[in-house]
């Protein structure tokens, strides 16, 4: 546990230096999801040299594509990118944008558009993937802001009519989306309980605790019916100055002064 918190704190650090040289980043978002990508990427769950097509591998599906960049610095901490492309995200010709595309590195789908597809493809995905015989698991993160869209409901109502067993949703629960608080933009009420209406496994955790998130995967992989871990999470978590704020961009001299007070052990 002690090394996912050096190296979340490392890619915190390559966050900022990637919103200082592109402002347009999301970097509260980024940094809500960071944890939850750490343990999965850090135990081996997910790998960033995986080869395409149906194997044991497992997938992971960022529904919330805007937090890419998330992934883009912990591919960077585990020496799959440089920092001199880190500094190119979002620009013309790099393979690093700001939504996934079909080239982009480390994504197993592109679900760029509207907010719920991401959901319904990795639904697809898992289902292909039983229909196969194939042994891998899809992880799905999605916000609770996608929660809002009836395709995301439907595509998780599949789930558990097919018993996609399979299949592990992670909710990234930082209560803000782009309009506003997510609760005052569309009430959503008990969003646990939703899931085991639906017949989900479902556990609702500290979603920056790498103990809970690994205990929890494990519990999920063990499980036997189509699982969601609701991980309570924080806007921002990680740069005290950002924590908690709706704020999604920030300027440049503030991104890197806010890199240089981050000190990682």
């Not at 090394?3 to 509260?28: F, T, V």
């Not at 709706?246 to 806010?258: G, K, S, T």
Request: aromatic share 6%; proline share 3%; hydrophobic share 40%.
């Amino acid at each position: 546990m002690e090394q996912l918190s050096k190296i979340a704190c490392e890619a915190r650090r390559r966050l900022l230096l990637m919103a200082a040289y592109d402002p347009g980043i999301h970097i509260g978002s980024s940094l809500s999801v960071l944890d939850i990508l750490t343990v999965i990427y850090g135990s081996g769950r997910a790998k960033f040299n995986a080869h395409n097509g149906v194997s044991t591998r497992n997938y992971l599906v960022l529904s919330k594509g805007h937090a890419v960049h998330a992934i883009y610095a912990l591919a960077s901490v585990f020496g799959h990118l440089n920092l001199d492309e880190l500094r190119e995200t979002g620009s013309l010709g790099s393979r690093l944008q700001n939504h996934p595309e079909d080239d982009t590195p480390f994504t197993d789908v592109s679900n760029s558009g509207s907010l719920g597809l991401g959901i319904g493809m990795a639904v697809g995905l898992a289902l292909g993937l039983r229909l196969r015989g194939a042994q891998g698991r899809v992880y799905l993160i999605t916000g609770d802001g996608e929660l809002d869209e009836g395709l995301s409901w439907e595509s998780f109502a599949v789930a558990a009519s097919y018993r996609l067993s399979n299949l592990i949703a992670i909710v990234d629960l930082n209560g803000a989306q782009l309009d506003g608080p997510s609760e005052e933009v569309l009430r959503k009420g008990d969003i646990a309980g939703r899931f085991k209406a639906l017949g989900f496994y479902v556990q609702t955790i500290d979603g920056h605790d790498y103990a809970q998130a690994a205990e929890a995967l494990e519990r999920a992989e063990a499980s036997g019916a189509p699982s969601v871990i609701v991980a309570n999470t924080v806007r921002g978590k990680g740069v005290p100055e950002l924590e908690g704020s709706i704020r999604q961009r920030i300027p440049r001299d503030e991104a890197l002064a806010l890199a240089s007070r981050l000190k990682c052990q």
